[in-house]
Structure formats: C-alpha cells, structure tokens
C-alpha cells in the first residue's frame, strides 16, 4: 500500500485529536475530583451511584427523624421531670396540712398555693415543641388546656381532656419508634374532676386532719404514674441513642461506598495526567517533522 504525505497528516492529527482528548478528560477529572461527569462516560458506574446516592439519601432522612425524635424524648422527660417536681411540692404542703396544730385558714393558704401549682401542672401539660403540643396525641396543633371549660361560679362545664393516640417515626426501614406519652394517662387522671388534686383541694376546705391524710396515697399514685411515664421515656430515649449510633454508622457507610464508586484518586489521575502531558509533547514534537515542508518554508 502507498502511503501519501497527506495519510500521514491525517493520522497524525488525528492521534493529537485523541491526545488532547484524554488531556481533556483528565484535567476535568482532577476539576471535579469525580471519575465521570456524565452517564454515558460509565453507565454501569452511574447506574449504581444512583442506588448508592437514593441509599444515602434515605439515610440522611432517617438521621433528620432520629433528630426529630431525640427532642420529643428529652422534652417529654424535661416536663414530667418538672410535674414530678410540683406534684412532690403538693405532697409536702399536705403532709404540713394534715398538722393538728394548722388552722382553718393556714389551711387555706395552703390550698391556694396548690391552686397555683395545679394551674402551673396544667401549664405543664401544655408543653410545645415546634408548636406541637407533645402530650394530645394526633391533635399536637390543639392546646389541651381549651377542652377545659367552666361557668362564671366555677363549675366545671367540659373536662380537661388530653388525647392518648401513638406518635411514631420511622427511623429506619420497617422500624418505627413511638415518641409521645399519653397526657390523658398522666395529667388527665391527676387534673380531671374528681381526679387526685380535686380530692385534695376539697379535703383542705375541711377540718378533718385524717381525711387530708389519706389524700397523701392517692399523691404517692398519681407520683408513682409520672415516674413510670418518665421511665418509659428513658427507655425510648436509649433506645433512640441506639438507633442514632447505628444511623451514623450506616452514613458513613454509605458516603464511603458512594465515594468509591464516583471520586478519583488523586494522586493516579495527576501522574496520568503528566504522563499523558509528556506523550503529548513527544507527539507534537514528532508530528512537526511529519509535516512535508512547503515551498514557503524555502522561500522564507
């Protein structure tokens, strides 16, 4: 076969073409720090980067619930911790009430300060978190103290009602974790007509110590309720710190995988690079003496 000057030429420029192309392609490699910018440059790559990145993705929506979950727990625990604290207030100024030596009106003082501490356990009840109320189950955009109604001389025309439904959040696939605790089964049951504090009030407007007195087992109940309301918070808390170890360990994961899969090694993408750069060089270099020189280069 006869090879022409003009065979030649096209072949060389055409290997420069290829050349410049990997320059190219590895220049923007070390740009963007990524093996590929486009699909078509690894289907298969790009293909399982789009799994890794919708696993990531999930990941980090998990995380965000567990966050979410994390400050109901601890403002739940934060508030029964604070009624624990008021109920155990009430029990002092009973066991103070029940003296023989207190006066009718000492008594009544007495009466007022738990007045003000039900009406602050009620605040209580009322607890915000985003504003969401945590202790009305689904209804969290309803203040539980409004069922609460009474007439013009005091008398009780709707209860104080909390709703008990189950809030849960998925943490992760399948998993779910109910964050709330039922207000109904905690400050209904001590608020309520007829409930633990009413009894109490009622019990001071009168004169018999020993009536008082026995108000003390139904304050050590309705304590006993709150404390194990707060210890199933404490369980769920643990069990949400759990789930957060596991969640940061499967993000870590999973941002490893997806970095295998779609970031470049640095250091091999630069020595390619200057290697490339060198085969570049010697190429023009040797497709200069290629070209046939031309009249002009005579007539210069």
Same mark, same amino acid.
């Given at each position: 076969m006869r090879v022409t000057q003009s065979m030649l030429s096209n072949n060389?420029? =055409? &290997? #420069? @073409?290829?050349?410049y192309n990997r320059l190219a392609k590895l220049q923007e490699q070390i740009i963007t720090q990524k093996k590929f910018s486009k699909p078509s440059d690894d289907p298969v790559a790009a293909m399982m980067g789009m799994n890794y990145r919708t696993s990531l993705n999930?990941?980090?929506?998990?995380? =965000? &619930? #567990? @966050?979410?979950?994390?400050?109901?727990?601890?403002?739940t625990d934060s508030a029964l911790g604070e009624a624990i604290s008021v109920l155990q207030r009430m029990r002092e100024l009973t066991v103070q009430a029940s003296n023989g030596t207190y006066e009718s009106n000492q008594r009544g003082s007495i009466n007022e300060e738990i007045e003000q501490?039900?009406?602050?356990?009620?605040?209580?009840?009322?607890?915000?978190l985003g504003g969401k109320y945590i202790f009305n189950g689904y209804d969290t955009n309803k203040r539980p103290s409004d069922t609460l109604k009474v007439d013009a001389d005091g008398n009780v025309i709707s209860e104080l009602k909390y709703e008990s439904q189950e809030i849960q959040i998925e943490v992760f696939d399948g998993i779910k974790i109910p964050i709330n605790t039922s207000g109904q089964d905690t400050f209904g049951k001590a608020l309520q007509t007829g409930g633990t504090i009413d009894k109490l009030m009622k019990s001071l407007e009168g004169t018999d110590e020993a009536d008082i007195t026995n108000r003390l087992a139904d304050l050590d109940q309705t304590i006993d309720d709150f404390l194990k309301a707060q210890a199933k918070v404490g369980a769920k808390q643990n069990r949400v710190d759990l789930m957060t170890d596991r969640l940061g360990q499967q993000e870590v994961f999973a941002q490893k995988i997806l970095s295998s899969n779609e970031d470049v090694d640095m250091e091999k993408v630069i020595l390619d690079f200057t290697t490339q750069e060198s085969i570049h060089t010697a190429a023009l270099s040797v497709?200069?003496?290629?070209?046939?020189?031309?009249?002009?280069?005579?007539?210069?």
């Amino acid at each position: 076969m006869r090879v022409t000057q003009s065979m030649l030429s096209n072949n060389m420029m =055409r &290997n #420069i @073409s290829n050349s410049y192309n990997r320059l190219a392609k590895l220049q923007e490699q070390i740009i963007t720090q990524k093996k590929f910018s486009k699909p078509s440059d690894d289907p298969v790559a790009a293909m399982m980067g789009m799994n890794y990145r919708t696993s990531l993705n999930k990941v980090e929506q998990y995380s =965000r &619930n #567990i @966050s979410e979950a994390t400050s109901w727990v601890e403002t739940t625990d934060s508030a029964l911790g604070e009624a624990i604290s008021v109920l155990q207030r009430m029990r002092e100024l009973t066991v103070q009430a029940s003296n023989g030596t207190y006066e009718s009106n000492q008594r009544g003082s007495i009466n007022e300060e738990i007045e003000q501490l039900k009406q602050h356990l009620i605040d209580i009840g009322d607890t915000q978190l985003g504003g969401k109320y945590i202790f009305n189950g689904y209804d969290t955009n309803k203040r539980p103290s409004d069922t609460l109604k009474v007439d013009a001389d005091g008398n009780v025309i709707s209860e104080l009602k909390y709703e008990s439904q189950e809030i849960q959040i998925e943490v992760f696939d399948g998993i779910k974790i109910p964050i709330n605790t039922s207000g109904q089964d905690t400050f209904g049951k001590a608020l309520q007509t007829g409930g633990t504090i009413d009894k109490l009030m009622k019990s001071l407007e009168g004169t018999d110590e020993a009536d008082i007195t026995n108000r003390l087992a139904d304050l050590d109940q309705t304590i006993d309720d709150f404390l194990k309301a707060q210890a199933k918070v404490g369980a769920k808390q643990n069990r949400v710190d759990l789930m957060t170890d596991r969640l940061g360990q499967q993000e870590v994961f999973a941002q490893k995988i997806l970095s295998s899969n779609e970031d470049v090694d640095m250091e091999k993408v630069i020595l390619d690079f200057t290697t490339q750069e060198s085969i570049h060089t010697a190429a023009l270099s040797v497709g200069a003496k290629v070209i046939q020189p031309s009249l002009i280069d005579f007539l210069r």
